[in-house]
C-alpha cells in the first residue's frame, strides 16, 4: 500500500525565518566580501569602505534584494525539497532526492533579479547612478529590457542545483546517522544543528569560486553578455600576476 502525500508547509516558514535572521545579521559581512572581490581590495580597506559613513543606512544600503532573495529562496529550498522528496518516495521514484534537490535549486533560480539587484547596489561605483532596488528594476528593465536581470544565470542556475543536491544528499546521510546512534532528543537537536554547519559552512566554501565569477560576471551593466568560461579564465590569469 502506497503511503499518503501530506503537503508540509511549516518548512516553507522555518526556511523564510532562518533566511531572513540570517541576512540581518550577517550582512555587513558578505558586504565586505564582495567588497573585495569587486574593488580586489583586502579586508581593511573593504570594511573601511563600508563603515566610513558609521551609519546603519550606509552599511545596510543594498540589503533588501538579498533579504528578498534569501528568504524566499531558501523558503522554496526547504519547502519544495521535503515535499516533493515526500511526493516522489510515495509513488516510489528512484533518486527521489536527487530530482527533488534539483527541482528545488531550479525553483531558487527564480529568484536571481534579487541577486542581480544587489550586485549593483552594494557597487560603488553605482551609488550615484541608482537610488534603491525599485529604482535598478525600473532602469534596467528600460535601458536594457528585462535580460539585464538575469545576467550570470547559467552560474547561479548551476550553483544552486548542485548546491541543493550536494546539501541533501548529505544532510540526509548525517540524519541517519544521528538517528541510528542518539537516542536523545536534546542531543539529536544539536548534532543536527552542528553538522548543518558544517555542510552548510563546506559547501559555500566549495561554491565560493562561483560566487567571485557571478559578482565578476555582474559588475557589468548593459553590453555584452560574457562567457563564464572566459571570464573564469582571465580570472585565474589575474590572479596568477
Not at 511526493?87 to 525553483?107: E, I, P
Not at 566549495?206 to 557589468?220: E, G
Request: aromatic content about 14%.
Amino acid at each position: 500500500m502506497k503511503k499518503k502525500f501530506l503537503f508540509h508547509e511549516k518548512e516553507f516558514i522555518c526556511g523564510w525565518s532562518a533566511a531572513a535572521t540570517n541576512i540581518v545579521i550577517t550582512y555587513p559581512i558578505q558586504k565586505m566580501s564582495a567588497f573585495q572581490v569587486l574593488f580586489n581590495e583586502n579586508i581593511i580597506r573593504a570594511s573601511q569602505c563600508i563603515f566610513r559613513e558609521c551609519s546603519v543606512r550606509s552599511v545596510y544600503r543594498g540589503m533588501l534584494p538579498p533579504l528578498c532573495q534569501k528568504s524566499i529562496s531558501i523558503s522554496c529550498m526547504f519547502g519544495f525539497y521535503n515535499n516533493l522528496n515526500d511526493y516522489l518516495q510515495t509513488r516510489d521514484v528512484k533518486f527521489a532526492r536527487y530530482w527533488s534537490g534539483l527541482a528545488s535549486g531550479s525553483m531558487e533560480s527564480t529568484t536571481m533579479p534579487f541577486e542581480r539587484m544587489q550586485s549593483i547596489l552594494i557597487n560603488k561605483n553605482f551609488n550615484k547612478k541608482y537610488k534603491n532596488m525599485l529604482h535598478i528594476m525600473l532602469k534596467l528593465r528600460k535601458e536594457y529590457g528585462i535580460k539585464e536581470y538575469y545576467r550570470g544565470f547559467s552560474i547561479i542556475f548551476f550553483r544552486n542545483t548542485m548546491g541543493n543536491i550536494c546539501f541533501f544528499t548529505l544532510k540526509h546521510e548525517c540524519d541517519f546517522y544521528i538517528t541510528n546512534n542518539f537516542q536523545v532528543p536534546i542531543i539529536q537537536s544539536g548534532a543536527q544543528f552542528i553538522y548543518g554547519g558544517l555542510i552548510g559552512s563546506m559547501l559555500s566554501t566549495l561554491f565560493y569560486p562561483l560566487t567571485v565569477l557571478k559578482l565578476t560576471l555582474q559588475k557589468q551593466v548593459g553590453g555584452k553578455f560574457l562567457s563564464p568560461l572566459k571570464t573564469a579564465r582571465e580570472l585565474y590569469s589575474d590572479g596568477k600576476n
